[in-house]
């Protein structure tokens, strides 16, 4: 079964800073792979995915994604973080390839990202 | 609103009473899945449905639990005979098509709070 692990809970960084935020996937082939973004007391809104292709994906808000088959990763990445970034962040995979029909994600846990000003 | 609209945004139960949480996907949609995320967790996927039809339900309790989406309405997730550890936020989400480039749209949640 696949699965997903963000080992960072909490992260605080300044405003201004670099981000970086670590995900680690389990699944037997390579999956499609997904960051997430949910500000307190709102659903999820899409930043990135990776679907095949170039590596590096580039998502909204700035965001980017590096996916490294041999580490199993699929890191998220800021050059320079604002407050409004703030929020909980979830990496998600979903299976490759379109089997029974639907391509239901799995979580991670998130990160809760703090930004000081 | 063209998104995913959930309702109610909060509801409150007594334990043994039932929950009834509705969604209407976004225009064109007709895929929806539920996700339930309990404190501190992530979001762990419950059910997958399309028009009058349940097409992956893996993830839903074996009991007490159910869903439907009906050819006219809002997807319909019931629970029945609430319990304590049933108090979580509930998120649908919905795609236009089956097929992993039609991305899923959430819902703002419906947060469940069990007395």
């Known amino acids: 079964a696949q699965s997903v692990t963000q080992p960072d809970i909490h992260i605080t960084v300044s405003e201004g800073a670099s981000l970086e935020l670590r995900c680690n996937y389990s699944?037997?082939?390579?999956?499609?792979l997904f960051w997430y973004v949910q500000s307190p007391g709102q659903g999820l809104q899409l930043l990135l995915k990776?679907?095949?292709?170039?590596?590096l994906v580039q998502g909204i808000k700035g965001f980017e994604a590096e996916f490294k088959r041999s580490q199993s990763s699929f890191n998220l990445r800021k050059p320079s973080v604002h407050w409004s970034d703030a929020a909980e962040y979830f990496c998600?995979?979903?299976?490759?390839?379109?089997?029974?029909?639907?391509?239901?994600?799995?979580f991670g846990t998130g990160t809760q990202l703090k930004v000081e000003l | 609103n063209a998104g995913v609209m959930q309702n109610p945004r909060h509801l409150v139960r007594r334990r043994g009473q039932e929950a009834r949480l509705r969604c209407s996907p976004m225009?064109?949609?007709?895929?929806v899945y539920w996700y339930r995320q309990l404190p501190e967790e992530g979001l762990k996927f419950m059910v997958y449905?399309?028009?009058?039809?349940?097409?992956?339900e893996s993830g839903m309790p074996k009991e007490r639990f159910s869903a439907e989406f009906p050819k006219e309405g809002p997807s319909i997730l019931r629970i029945q005979q609430v319990v304590r550890g049933d108090s979580a936020a509930y998120f649908c989400?919905?795609?236009?098509?089956?097929?992993?480039?039609?991305?899923?749209?959430f819902g703002d949640g419906t947060r469940l709070s069990i007395l």
């Open positions: 990776y679907f095949s292709g170039d590596t």
């Open positions: 225009k064109g949609h007709s895929h």
């Open positions: 449905l399309q028009k009058e039809n349940i097409i992956d």
């Open positions: 998600a995979v979903a299976p490759s390839g379109v089997t029974g029909g639907g391509n239901k994600l799995t």
């Open positions: 699944y037997g082939a390579t999956p499609y």
């Open positions: 989400a919905s795609s236009s098509r089956t097929g992993i480039n039609q991305p899923q749209h």
